[in-house]
């Protein structure tokens, strides 16, 4: 991976798809965040009754779809035809020009299946305690869609989860979240099974990120959404942002390099 150099690449981290236009995690908002010219697509994973892999960043299903209770609690063909789209026509009527109740909930399979090989995918296992062979279970479908490690980074709030992954596939890259930002004392023990961090931008200043590329990882910030936060951060030698706006982002970059 390149570390922050003056002409590094920042790599555009679409949160959740281009969450700040459509519905996230479905496939319009993954569609237009790489029609916005977003180099990743973050895809925050549950897993189903069933052991199946959904693209859902809550544990619940109340926030973004009709449905109820526990993602957990459902097979897949129970969640695969709730509507996830609606309810962001509700929450944003300003920004909602298309009805977006179409939309549905996303396995990973399928998502694998539609972009295929060539798309690059930031992978965040999401409370990966409660869910039993959670890491396998990724690994077999990126192993299935033949899915290039190059093409593949994988976070996750849980050390345990990033650990297993590391055991297994020690040549994946694997990001570290932090709700602020580890110590360096926690950095030490995060090189142990981590290529880079993702801390929350609001807790970064140039210093901390300039000692976090002299440990040799690199460090993606979530998440930005203003021009302004964007400029500043990549100027301090971010590697990448998480936004819900990677039109936005990618203007920044553009201007930054001319
Ligand atoms: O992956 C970075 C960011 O997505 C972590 O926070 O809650 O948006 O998944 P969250
Ligand atoms: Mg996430």
Known sequence: FVLAQSNHPILNIAHRGASAYAP?????????????????????????KDGVLVAIHDSKLERTTNGKGRVKDYTYDQLKNLDAGSWFNRKYPEQAKESFEKESILSLEEIFAYFGRDQHYYIETKSPQSYKGMEENLLKLVDKYNIPE????????????????????PELSLIKLSLCRPSLQEIKEIKTYADGIGPRATCLDKGYIEKVHSQGLFLHAFTVNDK????????????GLFTNNPDVLKDVIENQNS
């Open 228 to 239: 302004k936060a964007m400029g500043k951060l990549i100027h301090w030698g971010v590697d």
């Open 150 to 169: 190059e093409h593949l980074l994988i976070e996750s709030f849980s050390a345990k989860s990033l650990k297993s992954i590391h055991e297994k596939k």
């Open 24 to 48: 996230e995690h479905t496939m319009i908002s993954y569609k237009k965040a790489l029609d916005m010219g977003a180099d990743y697509l973050e895809i925050d994973l549950q897993q189903t």
